[in-house]
């Protein structure tokens, strides 16, 4: 008998965005290309969530903080991560090295095990505009993270959630995932 083909697994990282309570569209997405998908948040990312429903599209828990040792690890190992959507924060704190969530621990060990990565940044162009934004970009994009063409809305001007596309992680992740 032949083995069904296992799905490909998503780890989709949320950060503390006011469109993350959307992930639900990438989820959805993903499903339908036949992947599985675990949310991680960021432990503020974790508020702008309906965590509920989040676990009940994925079937798999929210994970924020680290597991104690000994306990079982939640989530399979992941095929490829989607970093969606990115903070200025965490994007900096990532491409630096910091480690001080689950959230940067995973994405930092991810480039290390070889894992592909896209990052779908969303922040204002003030943000944007600080020199340390552009050197981290440079740096993940060095370290072969492919970056979202997602382009800074004006700051306090309601953002652009209606052109930040969810479906552009899949997009280029997919030629990286058998
Ligand atoms: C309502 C609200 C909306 C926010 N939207 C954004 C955003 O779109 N992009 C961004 O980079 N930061 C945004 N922030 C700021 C981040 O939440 C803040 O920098 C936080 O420390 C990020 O944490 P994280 O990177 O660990 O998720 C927002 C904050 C609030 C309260």
């Known amino acids: 008998m032949t083995e069904p083909t296992k799905k490909p697994f998503l780890y989709v990282v949320v950060c503390a965005c006011g469109i993350a309570g959307d992930v639900g569209k990438l989820i959805t997405a993903a499903q339908e290309r036949h992947w599985d998908v675990g949310v991680i948040a960021t432990p503020q990312g974790?508020?702008?969530?309906?965590?509920?429903?989040?676990?009940?599209?994925?079937?798999?828990?929210?994970?924020?903080?680290?597991?104690?040792?000994?306990?079982a690890r939640p989530l399979p190992p992941a095929d490829a991560v989607a970093v969606a959507p990115a903070t200025f924060n965490t994007i900096n704190k990532w491409a630096a090295g910091i480690s001080d969530t689950l959230a940067l621990g995973i994405l930092c060990e991810a480039y290390g095990m070889g894992i592909p990565i896209a990052v779908l940044p969303y922040l204002n162009t003030a943000q944007a505009a600080h020199p340390a934004y552009q050197e981290s970009l440079e740096r993940l994009r060095g370290m072969g993270v492919l970056i979202g063409s997602y382009e800074p809305h004006r700051?306090?001007?309601?953002?652009?959630?209606?052109?930040?596309?969810?479906?552009e992680a899949l997009e280029l992740l997919g030629p990286k995932v058998r």
């Open 155 to 167: 700051p306090k001007a309601g953002g652009g959630a209606d052109r930040f596309r969810w479906e």
């Open 46 to 71: 974790l508020g702008f969530l309906d965590t509920e429903a989040v676990e009940a599209q994925t079937g798999y828990p929210i994970r924020s903080a680290w597991r104690a040792p000994g306990d």
